[in-house]
């Protein structure tokens, strides 16, 4: 599947097909290669400022936010450590400590060295 990223102008040109020739957004949605409820957004932002400016794609509110509580990290690390020390012949030097990076994010590295 090829994935179409359509300009504000481009939003704003399928979004006059709707409002002023009373295409369906079904339609168009089939064309653009968007879902129906993107559309229903689109046209919902173009409503309130019917200016292609309103229609740029939008930054992630969360961005930058993907870390896990310190709890969990905990218990993950102690189930893990606990999943190694029961097979045989693996080792758990290492299991105390989750290397992290500068951002205070796990590594992905081993926690516990087998």
Known sequence: MVV???GPQERAALLRQHLDEGVPLTRLAA???????TLQRWAAEYRADSSAAGLQRKARSDRGQ?????E????????RCAARRRRPGSST???A????SAAGH???TR???A
């Open 111 to 113: 926690a516990c060295a």
């Open 93 to 95: 030097a290492g299991c």
């Open 66 to 70: 993907r870390r896990l509580p310190a």
């Open 31 to 37: 064309h653009a290669q968007v879902s129906v409820r």
């Open 72 to 79: 969990l990290i905990a218990v993950i690390e102690a189930w």
């Open 4 to 6: 179409v990223q359509l």
């Open 106 to 108: 796990p590594r992905a």
């Open 97 to 100: 400590i989750w290397p992290r």
